[in-house]
């Protein structure tokens, strides 16, 4: 599994979203983010990513910092790489 060396905030249509630097020299974005930002279900969005051999791959787990409580936590949180995000 990847790890984090650096998130990039960014704003797309006015949400604010972070784009991760993995040690792997990619980048990645949450796939709850951008389920959110498109209104669709995120359970059933990752089922159909890991059912599809072209981008299967480009889903991992990343130890991000969460939100919880009155600080935050270290969860894995599935993400895709930017690179697939079009598809």
Do not use: H
């Amino acid at each position: 599994m990847p790890e984090i060396i650096q998130g990039f905030p960014f704003e797309f249509y006015g949400e604010v979203y972070v784009a991760y630097l993995a040690s792997d020299r990619q980048f990645y974005i949450s796939l709850n983010d951008i389920c959110r930002g498109l209104g669709v279900d995120a359970r059933s969005q990752r089922r159909r990513i890991q059912d599809d051999e072209a981008i299967a791959d480009k889903l991992v787990n990343l130890a991000l910092e969460t939100p919880y409580q009155d600080g935050t936590r270290t969860q894995e949180v599935a993400c895709l790489n930017l690179r697939a995000l079009p598809y």
